[in-house]
């Protein structure tokens, strides 16, 4: 099961591990005992779309390293 993360209404930001069902669940704040609401965030990712290694990166490095580099890989 995923870890979810939530927030309460004095701003106390918790995780709390449950099912996908369940987690639009309020869940109790451990600090003050509120309940608190499931919270969308991204954690200290950086967000990228596919393989590190794109075409452009492969076809500057090569482009940096000949000297008649034409464009293509």
Known sequence: MPFYEYECNNEHVFDEMCSIKDRLEKKECPKCGQ?????ISVRKTQPHFGNADTKFNMRERKRTRQKDFNGHI
């Not at 309940?35 to 919270?39: D, H, L, S």
């Open 35 to 39: 309940k608190g609401n499931f919270r």
